[in-house]
């Protein structure tokens, strides 16, 4: 939805290169779209217990909105569009993010989101974080749906395993690392875009209503 994980990578490296340590591309690429305590536990396990955790902590959030103040977070491309859908359709939507309420509020406010969804569960919400479904289970209930009747749109391994758990029809769109055999199999389908994935939903949403509508009748 948010370019936002080009912002993470870069506030996480420079953060880990101030305190002496080289977190590098291929194993950032395992943190992706999971929650900050797991992450924390990885970059410990990376570089053991002599890292400097709360020096870390404390500053790639400075950095982060650092970046955000002066660059702003970038939209995906496609989501205008799809967000104009979910509207125009009167369509019920959740944002299910493993960032915690602070960062999230703070995304959507710099996105211009604010007051586009109906729900909104962060990771500190729940016991599990992605890949375990509990996210994505709550955002259902919030919503009053079953998991069954929901999209999930997920750019990471992690997410996507989260959603597929929960039941939902997973539509995957990769963002900084293509999507691994696993999280393949689990998705419903790899797309290219939030245009593609507009494309893919526009008509099982019209077929839906024509089913309800020809049920009505009966």
Same mark, same amino acid.
């Given at each position: 939805m948010l370019? $936002?994980?080009p912002?993470?990578?870069?506030?996480?490296?420079q953060?880990c290169?101030e305190?002496?340590?080289?977190?590098?591309d291929q194993?950032?690429?395992r943190?992706?779209?999971?929650?900050?305590?797991?992450c924390?536990?990885e970059l410990?396990?990376?570089?053991g217990p002599?890292?400097?955790?709360?020096?870390?902590?404390?500053?790639w959030?400075?950095?982060?909105?650092?970046?955000?103040s002066?660059?702003?977070?970038?939209?995906?491309?496609?989501?205008?569009?799809l967000?104009?859908?979910?509207?125009?359709?009167a369509l %019920?939507?959740?944002?299910a $993010?493993?960032s915690?309420?602070?960062?999230t509020?703070f995304? %959507?406010? @710099?996105?211009?989101?604010?007051g586009?969804?109906? #729900?909104?569960v962060?990771?500190?919400?729940?016991?599990?974080?992605?890949p375990a479904?509990?996210?994505y289970?709550?955002?259902?209930r919030?919503?009053?749906l079953?998991?069954?009747?929901?999209?999930?749109?997920?750019?990471?391994?992690a997410g996507v395993?989260?959603a597929s758990?929960?039941?939902m029809? $997973?539509?995957c769109?990769?963002? %900084?690392k293509?999507p @691994?055999?696993d999280a393949v199999r689990? #998705?419903?389908?790899?797309?290219?875009s939030?245009?593609?994935a507009?494309e893919?939903?526009?008509?099982?949403?019209?077929?839906?209503? #024509?089913?309800s509508?020809?049920?009505?009748?009966?």
């Open positions: 370019d $936002t994980e912002l993470y990578k870069a506030a996480w490296q953060a290169a305190l002496g340590f080289d977190l590098h194993f950032y690429s943190l992706i779209g999971r929650p900050n305590p797991d924390e536990r410990t396990h990376l570089f002599e890292f400097p955790m709360t020096r870390f902590t404390a500053r959030p400075e950095l982060w909105r650092s970046s955000v002066v660059r702003g977070i970038p939209l995906k491309a496609g989501l205008l569009e967000l104009s859908f979910v509207d125009e359709h %019920l939507s959740a944002v $993010t493993s915690d309420g602070a960062y509020e995304s %959507l406010q @710099s996105a211009g989101l604010v586009r969804f109906d #729900a909104i962060t990771g500190e919400q729940v016991n599990r974080g992605k479904p509990d996210i289970l709550q955002a259902a919030r919503l009053g079953d998991p069954g009747e929901c999209v999930a749109l997920e750019d990471s391994d395993l989260a758990a929960a039941g029809a $997973t539509l769109v990769p963002d %900084l293509p @691994s055999e689990a #998705a419903a389908c790899v797309l290219g939030l245009d593609d507009l893919w939903i526009g008509p099982r949403v019209a077929g839906h209503r #024509a089913a509508r020809r049920v009505d009748r009966r």
